[in-house]
């Protein structure tokens, strides 16, 4: 097939199983502290990364630690502003500390869904990325509100899907609330991000097809099985001669 992706997974969120999906994967979006995590983890998870090679991103979320990140909010732009530059700026100062450099930024949970419908949210998030750094990746899905607002800021984007989630007609993740919000199967997984990758398409649980594209792919990293998943699912794509790395940040 020949084709690249990167593989991307939300970890630093205390799951335990960090360093085996660092194994696997081409990007890491690290818990900022709001949702999950501490200076501490932080700084750990960013040294774990590190020492395999693994880009570095931060995952930034609402502050929201009793909920994981996952209720939506609504706060003040100037609210949202800080929030979100205080913890990539936060994550950025680690990273030099580690003798890294930080890659991209993946908005966390609620943050991450509503950017992606809510243009002043999406600009708002798109903002405080470009304030701290140019140059840094914005992880978003394509044709969102939070594509589009980093776009005509002038930021790169990787557009991004999820292997390990059902989509809906309209392009969006079937919510967690659902039965069918999961795919289980690692590599009933890879079949779909094969078919995105070759064709832009993926199947909504309506059965329809959804116009998609994906420069990365994300697994969660909280889910108990997610080893396995992310394990299974990388040896089916490299048999299908897809490469795995990181989206490189403008020079």
Not at 183 to 209: F, M, N, S, Y
Not at 229 to 251: G, M, S, T, Y
Request: with cysteine.
């Amino acid at each position: 097939m020949n084709l690249v992706v990167d593989l991307n997974s939300d970890l630093g969120e205390g799951a335990g199983h960090d360093n085996e999906i660092l194994d696997l994967v081409s990007s890491a979006n690290i818990a900022c502290g709001f949702h999950a995590g501490d200076p501490g983890s932080i700084f750990a998870t960013i040294q774990a990364a590190l020492e395999r090679g693994v880009s570095l991103g931060a995952h930034p979320s609402f502050p929201d630690r009793e909920n994981f990140g996952r209720t939506e909010m609504t706060l003040p732009s100037p609210e949202v502003y800080s929030t979100v530059a205080y913890q990539i700026g936060g994550f950025q100062a680690l990273a030099r500390a580690a003798g890294g450099r930080m890659n991209h930024v993946k908005a966390h949970g609620a943050l991450y869904n509503m950017a992606a419908r809510d243009r002043a949210l999406a600009d708002v998030i798109a903002t405080a990325v470009f304030a701290l750094d140019p140059k840094l990746i914005l992880f978003a899905p394509l044709a969102s509100q939070l594509d589009y607002a980093a776009t005509e800021l002038g930021l790169e984007t990787a557009s991004e899907v999820f292997a390990d989630r059902n989509y809906l007609a309209d392009g969006s993740l079937v919510p967690r609330s659902r039965a069918d919000a999961f795919v289980h199967d690692p590599l009933e997984a890879a079949d779909r991000i094969l078919r995105i990758l070759g064709e832009g398409k993926v199947r909504a649980v309506d059965g329809t097809d959804v116009l998609i594209s994906a420069t990365t792919v994300c697994v969660h990293g909280d889910n108990p099985q997610a080893v396995v998943f992310v394990r299974k699912l990388r040896e089916r794509l490299e048999i299908e001669d897809v490469l795995i790395a990181a989206p490189a940040a403008p020079l």
